[in-house]
């Protein structure tokens, strides 16, 4: 079956744009989360979804970044106003039940997002 | 201090070696621990995952928990070029913390 799909693959802005990434999760799956990868650097979490709610978006770096989840499905995670340090890679994982520890992740690719 | 701490790397050795990777963490309430495999341009995949101490294998690998030391391991046997991936480990409480990740390379 398909797995966890993300776009852009690579995105390319300017310092002050606004950008959106979005996921598709594994169909059925009740979790969805957000990351973040910076280069050689492990992945750094950014908000959780149970369903279209967000139970723990701690992760956040700024009010800059947001992130919601519709239909218990898409997820679209917006920075606006970029800023250089925000360039990474942008990871969405979903999970199946109820996004517990034990729960696998399925990750996607990720978008490269590089802000010049 | 960070939660999890994992060497970088780079780790290059020949094919045929027995690799071992490595991870410390802080808190000793974490009680699941897992390892993911990351290929280049491709998110992580879940390799292994052990709950509390002790050894778990799989094939050539085999993932090992010292609660008493906060030290994670993962050895992989026979190690194939199709092995060379960056190896992140990940343990938490209430969500997944991740090691920085070590880059593998192994030598045809």
């Known amino acids: 079956g398909a797995g966890v799909s993300q776009s852009p693959s690579n995105k390319v802005t300017e310092k002050g744009k606004d950008v959106e990434l979005r996921c598709d999760p594994i169909?059925?799956?009740?979790?969805l989360y957000w990351y973040r990868q910076r280069l050689g650097q492990g992945l750094e979490f950014l908000i959780y979804f149970q369903g279209n709610s967000a139970p723990d978006k701690s992760g956040l770096p700024s009010d800059r970044f947001s992130a919601e989840r519709t239909g218990e499905s898409v997820s679209t995670l917006t920075i606006q106003r970029t800023q250089q340090e925000d360039s990474a890679v942008y990871l969405c994982a979903s999970s199946p039940l109820t996004g517990t520890l034990t729960d696998t992740q399925y990750f996607g690719p990720g978008t490269r997002l590089t802000v010049l | 201090q960070k939660e999890v701490e994992q060497d970088p790397g780079p780790l290059s050795v020949p094919e045929g070696a027995i690799v071992s990777l490595n991870c410390t963490y802080s808190n000793s309430a974490f009680q699941y621990f897992m390892w993911y495999r990351q290929y280049s341009r491709k998110g992580p995949e879940l390799l292994m995952y052990?709950?509390?101490?002790g050894n778990k294998e799989d094939g050539r690998f085999t993932a090992q928990v010292d609660k008493s030391s906060k030290y994670i391991s993962l050895f992989i046997r026979d190690s194939q070029p199709s092995d060379s991936a960056t190896y992140l480990c990940?343990?938490?409480?209430?969500?997944?913390?991740f090691g920085q990740g070590t880059r593998l390379t192994i030598n045809p």
């Open positions: 052990t709950y509390s101490s």
């Open positions: 169909s059925g799956h009740t979790a």
């Open positions: 990940a343990t938490g409480a209430q969500k997944l913390v």
